[in-house]
């Protein structure tokens, strides 16, 4: 009876447990790109310590990128943005994010300069998926 009582415990506890971040897509876009606009990749939210790298690259791209490659790709200022589009996949475990960025480039500013992401759903947090180009003008980053 004793051990009944514990595995239903267990089964309970586990049912409460939560995986990922569950902060909304749209949330998380703009937190990526907020971070690039302060430079600050270590930041608070909601009583969490989030890390650009950590928490917001997916695991297979953290496993082709090192952490010190990734910030070294972010050689370009980022002034501002404004999330254009998001387009849901049909069972929406990804999606595209068009987002419109400004940026100081080489001591000019480039404005409306069109960013595609592509971000996926991993073990209940959004992540997303850039290719390891430092040019702002490639198709990511």
Partial sequence: MKKIAILLLIVFMSGCLKTGDDIPLKQKVELFWKARITGKYTFKYKNKTLRLYEDFLAEDLKKKVSEQKFYSLLNYKVLQFKIQNITYSKDEKDAMVTVLISIDFQGYR????????????????????LKTQSNPFSDNM
């Fill in 110 to 129: 480039l404005d409306n300069i069109k960013i595609k992401n592509k971000w996926i759903k991993e073990k209940g947090s959004w992540r997303v998926l």
